[in-house]
């Protein structure tokens, strides 16, 4: 367990802990509740940083990537960020193009959140909303705990009240590649996904309300595939939610190459795949690379995109006197190919 500064934010210190359990490594800080570190090894016991991220501070701040973050309140999109909540209409901040995304353009990815506890393997962050902020009704105290607990295991756990019935929603924003962030694209890591089920997009990224089977189509990853097997028929790659079944485990990924293997386990109802198709080269990781195209993918538990505008989508609406529990374990092993 280790603490020091990672800069500053409008004259506030940002901090940085790093923990150690199980066989990994964590650097974690205050701004946004983020993961900027996790070295893992590989199968002949070489550590690596699995998570792309930023060498300092600044390239968190000026990135809208959200690499490593706590997103909220309300992760993934809402169309026109507009929804009904309690009989009443709910006009979210718009920050992508006229959509909602990830919490606004002030969401919990860039709140300064502060340290509660901290512990040889483990550090909580805690942080609290205001009614009305970015749209958001209800004042709302949030948690985030991430644990190094057994053998090459990540847990990370977020909760939420509220003292007025409120949209909720947070995720894990995490691109991970197993070979080591600096390393060569993803497109050669395989993902399985327990899933039968996805939602489709339209041409703005926003769920349709449809619900409809993998077989056959691109999105069909419930046996270990390659990601880049389908991706050109894609056009910018991945950026769909998938509707989980409660299998364990909910995901696999796999590098042929390190031979890591990361499991996911969770207890919300969809998992967001977002390939990084967003990066273009301009912006340079923790090494000073260039983040390429699909240089990471991001796995992101949640309810469904659009939830709210969507009956039979997953409830994501929180009422007073409820908690908001959301489980994610990742559990990392390696081993190369026969």
Partial sequence: ????????????????????????????????????????????????????????????????????????????????????????????????????????????????????????????????????????????????????????????????????????????????????????????HQLQIAAPFYTPVDGENLATGEIVAVAETPFDFQELKPIGRDIGTLGGGYDHNWCLTGATPAACLFDPISGRRMTLDTNQLGLQVYTGGGFDGTERGKAGQPLGRFAGVALETQVFPCSPNFAHFPNCILQPGEIYRHDMRLTFTANLPV
């Fill in 1 to 188: 367990m280790q603490k020091e500064t990672f800069g500053a934010l409008q004259g506030e210190p940002v901090e940085a802990v790093r923990l150690r359990g199980g066989g990994l490594e964590a650097r974690l800080i205050t701004y946004g509740a983020r993961l900027t570190e996790l070295w893992v090894p590989d199968a002949k016991g070489d550590l690596a940083d699995v998570v792309l991220g930023y060498g300092n501070l600044d390239g968190y701040v000026q990135s809208g990537a959200f690499a490593g973050a706590t997103c909220g309140q309300y992760a993934n999109r809402v169309a026109g960020g507009r929804c009904m909540i309690a009989g009443k209409p709910l006009q979210l901040d718009r920050n992508e193009g006229g959509n909602h995304l990830h919490g606004g353009t002030a969401g919990f990815d860039r709140k300064l959140w502060h340290i509660a506890a901290l512990e040889e393997h483990s550090v909580t962050f805690v942080a609290s909303t205001g009614d009305g902020e970015m749209g958001f009704p209800g004042h709302s105290n949030l948690c985030v705990r991430y644990s190094l607990t057994g053998t090459g295991m990540l847990e990370i756990e977020m909760t939420a009240d509220t003292d007025a019935p409120t949209l909720i929603n947070m995720a894990h924003h995490s691109y991970f590649n197993l070979s080591g962030q600096g390393g060569d694209d993803v497109l050669d």
